[in-house]
């Protein structure tokens, strides 16, 4: 007897707790993700002129994206979502010169050739549509 009153009480907890618990089931506090996303492509210029070997990256909450131009400035990105993304572009390319470190040697010194506001923790801001556009990049020096 003692033994099914300990048990009927653990049921009638175990019912309250859900039926608490029941309202916040698929409750969030979070935006709804987007995972719509598509192929973007397009052509880099610098002052109109085609940006080669650069670096083109698509960031959006959920993650980033890159792709590589290539000698005419054109590029692709797989998998770009669709929406607001910031777009950073950087073009790394050897001074000639040389960096000699006594403790990990000698190596090219390296720099952006690109104006310092596409680059990280700048860029551009744009959205992207699910019509298949291309998104050219016409970047100014000035």
Known sequence: M???VYKNIRRCAILAAL???LPLAGCSSEK???WEHRTVRGVVTLDGSPVPDATVMFSFPEGAVAGKTDNSGAYEV???FLGDVLVTISCVKDTGKVDSNPVTGSR???ENILPAKYGYGQGIKMSITPDDEPVNLELTSK
């Open 78 to 80: 797989k998998d770009v």
């Open 32 to 34: 709804s993700v987007n």
């Open 2 to 4: 003692k033994l099914s």
């Open 108 to 110: 090219p010194i390296m």
């Open 19 to 21: 039926i608490l618990l």
